[in-house]
């Protein structure tokens, strides 16, 4: 049961904006029996408003795989007048929700939605970061949480030709989880390598990502960087855009979701309208 | 049972340099029943090496208590020709230890130590790194296992004029948990605040630190940033020597042991035999 974009017939939308760190989360999604950065959030929120039966109609900007972390996680609730007047003294804000977290989330703000927010449909970009230290890179134990380690020096010059001839609007079929009835096309907007202070940064953006295109990218550059597999071939294997095998999701501890990127306030209620349209039977996760 | 520092007859003394993300580990030192950092060293020593009854005489350059981290911890073993022989085919390294460690402890070097080398005996300074997010501070939860969390901004001119007036050869009594027969003087060489990127940044260097020290340190200042205490009041406190409670021993997440210095090697064992003989009854620990 979710509610149409943008109402507000007597629900107050609020837009809370987080970060947390994946490594003991099944996900963003709640599943039952498991420890998931949704539920912890349904747990909190229930302690403030009280029971709910669907969720508070809660969607988020990028559904995150176990493991995944997030730097910029946007998320929306839909709160009921009953479920306003639970609220006491203390008002609804960060700090409230803060307190009622674990500190592997942090909640950075929660504000009233502008009108026609919608957490997910008004979202026109998702960026990623992928962090590897190579045969270069210095080792840091305080960052082995967050970043792939890899024996070899990465040719990171040749990764950066494959990654250009990836990028634009085309068919990431080679690099997604098939799954019935869903477009695996998708805009790529950025695709950046880049050797940043000791690490491999590889940094992703596009309208949305198929389920495992990120980490089916990345491991595929990767693999160009070890020398196994050239920028021209991987260009070739995209263009085929079968699901590619050789292609292995790498692991999720070295991915972090920087930011949800939104249309301007004044189109966001067209944009929602426009992308649920669209992608209603899809999932946007990577 | 321990061996003589710079020992040689028929040992082989190597130098093991790690770091570790200390959250998860009951700290350093080996104790029946907990998760430690040399409980898990030494685990993964007897698969290479087979049983050992002395901790293959393992000594270390930093003691950390319970959640502190290490980036630049060193310690050594001997090794007897005996066990020498359980090596095998593969040659003990720092690849091969990693490989039975939990990728919470990085090994970045094993090396034959030099004539005379003693973890403990011959280091000469210490080096300690503590975080703190201020109320400036943006909140990251990638950081969340490594800094302190302070709500308020933090007055660091204030700390820095404090920390000012707190270097030198000192008795720091004030800020250190007693011990029966122990020296409460130390050589703090540096103490130094800085805001450094979004945190501020502690960074602490001394001869040996005595067990509390830095984190009462640290805590003292943070009462200073906050305004609660003047530099010169703290100046005081610290010139009664006496332990004072009021100031509270902070988190150990924040902190992380940097580096162990040592003397050069020409002096190794010269300094060894100097250290032993005046500290041979103490406990060089935070």
């Known amino acids: 049961m979710s509610k149409p974009a943008g109402m507000t017939g007597g629900f107050s939308r609020f837009r809370i904006d987080l970060g947390y760190d994946g490594t003991d989360f099944q996900g963003w999604a709640k599943q039952p029996g498991y420890r998931t950065v949704q539920g912890e959030l349904l747990v909190a929120l229930e302690k403030i408003f009280g029971p709910t039966e669907d969720d508070f109609g809660m969607r988020v900007g990028g559904r995150t795989d176990a493991g995944v972390h997030a730097l910029g996680q946007v998320c929306h609730i839909d709160i009921t007048p009953e479920q306003q007047k639970r ?4 008002p609804f804000g960060a700090v409230r929700l803060q307190s009622l977290l674990p500190s592997e989330i942090v909640v950075y703000a929660v504000a009233p939605a502008k009108p026609g927010f919608d957490a997910r449909f008004s979202a026109i970009g998702r960026s990623y970061r ?8 210095p080792r840091s134990p305080l960052s082995a949480r967050y970043e ?3 024996h070899t020096e990465l040719d990171v010059s040749e990764m950066k030709k494959a990654a250009k001839k990836l990028t634009g609007l085309r068919d990431f079929g080679a690099f997604c989880k098939p799954r019935a ?6 805009d790529l907007k950025e695709l950046r390598v880049t050797r940043f202070l000791d690490n491999i940064e590889v940094y992703l953006v596009a309208d949305a990502f198929c389920h495992n295109m990120v980490r089916s990218l990345v491991g595929a550059l990767i693999r160009v960087g070890e020398g196994k ?26 991915l972090a979701l920087t930011s949800i990127d939104y249309v301007p306030d004044e189109l966001l209620g067209e944009q929602a309208e426009k992308t649920r349209r669209r992608r209603t039977t899809e999932e946007i996760s990577v």
């Open 130 to 137: 992928y962090l590897i230290a190579d045969g270069k890179s």
């Open 181 to 186: 009835g869903a477009t695996t096309i998708r």
């Open 87 to 90: 609220l006491g003294r203390t």
């Open 148 to 150: 792939l380690w890899v």
């Open 229 to 254: 597999l050239s920028a021209e071939e991987l260009s070739k294997l995209q263009l085929s855009a079968k699901r590619e095998s050789k292609f292995k999701v790498i692991s999720a501890h070295g």
